[in-house]
């Protein structure tokens, strides 16, 4: 959690790599959450509800299916060491996941950590088309609904510059950073539930992690305060739409 405030992550070179390294990039990939790019299929898609979306509800099933090869000779950056530390982060309060279903079958998701109004977006997946969009179109919404200011990317690819992710210098990140922690330093820790982390927040000045769970729930209820007629898909198209 301090390298994450800091503006460092972690990473591994494969899945049986028993070494993890942190990583400061030259440039960061950031996504304004008032930026994302609703593309009108993705807008119809949300709209007909085609997936059940939810919060926390399978957050280790969703980071093995970031970690499953997308093609046989892919290898995993996500190695078992990695892999422990988040689901001990998920306990802990500090990792959350949303995932897309298609009835029971997990068909798609996003997991991250979130700290003060700072999601670090860590990795998506799909099985179906549209699944990883449309749990990163919930992100998005639920993290306006918790009053987030940054949502990080970490590196640029074809698919979040789609999205509409944008490049900028570490330098300009970390002021970024800065920014989204200022409003909430000092304001204690959060019940983390045991010792250990009772010791980290201690140790580390680990603030209360950005609501993601709270602001999915808000998004639920306004959504349901909409209308009848307004599913919570619509609702999130229409919101989204009305600032891409």
Known sequence: ???????????????????VFWVEPRQRAILPLDGLNVSR?????????????????????????????????????????????????????????IECWQGDELVGGLYGVGFDRVFCGESMFSRVPDAS?????????ALRHANATLLDCQFMTEHLASLGAVEISQAEYLVRLR??????????AAALG?????????????????A?????????????AAGSSS???????????QTS
């Open 1 to 19: 959690m301090l390298a994450y405030r800091s503006g460092v992550f972690p990473m591994s070179d494969a899945r049986d790599d028993p070494d």
């Open 41 to 97: 299929s993705l807008a119809r898609t949300l709209r007909r509800g085609r997936f059940r979306v939810t919060c926390n509800a399978a957050f280790a099933e969703v980071m093995a299916g970031c970690a499953a090869p997308r093609r046989e000779t892919d290898d995993t950056w996500i190695s078992g060491r990695i892999t422990a530390s988040y689901l001990l982060l998920h306990r802990l309060g500090h990792a959350h996941s």
């Open 133 to 141: 969009k449309v749990a990163l179109c919930w992100l998005v919404a």
């Open 179 to 188: 920014a989204a922690q200022s409003a909430t330093d000092g304001a204690g």
């Open 194 to 210: 045991d010792g250990v982390g009772d010791a980290l927040a201690d140790g580390l000045g680990v603030g209360a992690g950005v």
């Open 212 to 224: 993601l769970p709270d602001g999915f729930a808000a998004l639920l209820a306004a959504a349901a």
């Open 231 to 241: 599913s919570p898909g619509n609702f999130i198209a229409q919101s989204l739409t």
